[in-house]
């Protein structure tokens, strides 16, 4: 069974930040794409920012290009995401994603394990 575990979401003001992190004990990062894909109430889910099983690659949504960096340590197989100027378009569910070998990232049919979730709320 492969457990994908979200946390560090929470309520901050626009402008604020919050650093998320995914936790895989049973995955090899080194074989596996991981990610973070959001989902705000109404609308379809939407791939926020990946990095490729070797971990030269990433992709940013065009909206979150310089405020957020995705980033892996290796040995605590744990993934995080620092997302920074907060705003209140930013506010969704927010889902680890893996899967092995190449995928894309904006395809949330791409991924075969996702985590429960963490909610992040952004108020104005």
């Known amino acids: 069974l492969v457990e994908v575990v979200e946390s560090g979401g929470g309520l901050v003001q626009a402008g604020e930040s919050l650093r998320l992190s995914c936790t895989a004990p049973r995955l090899n990062f080194d074989d596996y794409t991981m990610g973070w894909f959001r989902q705000a109430p109404g609308q379809e889910r939407e791939g926020v920012s990946c990095?490729?099983?070797?971990?030269?690659?990433?992709y940013y949504e065009d909206s979150v290009k310089g405020r957020f960096t995705i980033s892996r340590d290796r040995s605590k197989n744990t993934l995080y995401l620092q997302m920074n100027s907060l705003k209140p378009e930013d506010t969704a569910m927010y889902y680890c994603v893996a899967d092995l070998g190449d995928r894309r990232c904006t395809v949330a049919a791409d991924f075969e394990y996702w985590g429960r979730g963490t909610q992040v709320t952004v108020s104005s």
């Open positions: 990095i490729g099983w070797s971990g030269t690659s990433t």
